[in-house]
T-cell receptor
Framework: SQTIHQWPATLVQPVGSPLSLECTVEGTSNPNLYWYRQAAGRGLQLLFYSVGIGQISSEVPQNLSASRPQDRQFILSSKKLLLSDSGFYLC???????????FGNGTRLTVT | AQSVTQPDIHITVSEGASLELRCNYSYGATPYLFWYVQSPGQGLQLLLKYFSGDTLVQGIKGFEAEFKRSQSSFNLRKPSVHWSDAAEYFCAVGAGTSYDKVIFGPGTSLSVIP
């Protein structure tokens, strides 16, 4: 069966520090991969999605970036974090057969 | 551009009462629609989805949703709410090439009174 791993579960970082969140999927190949952010008390904002290695679609211009160095690995990065980057970050995957999204357990990021 | 609206930010119902959560979408083609539920501090769990076929879709936990193309709506219903249904509910639409882009609504927070 397919599983999605997202880490770390919680992270506290100072303003101006770099960020790297990693997400990996097991048990499937060539998935679509997604990064969402959920600010406190708000909905899910689509940040990036990828339909293949090296293919990244950015939905919101900001100081975050995403990379997909391997088929089942999706990384969210920032060179310098802002206070407004705080939130709950969720990685998700879906198959190519119009299947629904499957979410990881999320990373709670607090920028201080 | 694609969008999803959920008009109700917060809803409170009594246990055993019926529930309807509203969802409206904006998309030029036939959409791929979902409802997800999120418990506090957790990831999202799929309740049900609609892609084609019967416009009344059954999901897990006794939920159902009806797709109405004329109203651009996909409302979620449950005939009798349980206290454990208290959570955040999100409607989402898959759009774009192969429905790759999945946009979520702002969510509706459900509280259940015992």
């Amino acid at each position: 069966s397919q599983t999605i791993h997202q880490w770390p579960a919680t992270l506290v970082q100072p303003v101006g520090s770099p960020l790297s969140l990693e997400c990996t999927v097991e048990g499937t190949s060539n998935p679509n991969l997604y990064w969402y952010r959920q600010a406190a008390g708000r909905g899910l904002q689509l940040l990036f999605y990828s339909v293949g290695i090296g293919q990244i679609s950015s939905e919101v211009p900001q100081n975050l970036s995403a990379s997909r160095p391997q088929d089942r690995q999706f990384i969210l990065s920032s060179k310098k974090l802002l206070l407004s980057d705080s939130g709950f970050y969720l990685c998700a995957w879906r198959g190519r057969d119009n299947s629904p999204l499957h979410f990881g357990n999320g990373t709670r990021l607090t920028v201080t | 551009a694609q969008s999803v609206t959920q008009p109700d930010i917060h809803i409170t119902v009594s246990e055993g009462a019926s529930l309807e959560l509203r969802c409206n979408y904006s998309y030029g083609a036939t959409p791929y629609l979902f409802w997800y539920v999120q418990s506090p501090g957790q990831g999202l769990q799929l309740l049900l989805k609609y892609f084609s076929g019967d416009t009344l879709v059954q999901g897990i936990k006794g939920f159902e949703a009806e797709f109405k193309r004329s109203q651009s709506s996909f409302n979620l219903r449950k005939p009798s709410v349980h206290w454990s249904d208290a959570a955040e509910y999100f409607c989402a639409v898959g759009a774009g090439t192969s429905y790759d882009k999945v946009i979520f609504g702002p969510g509706t927070s459900l509280s259940v009174i015992p």
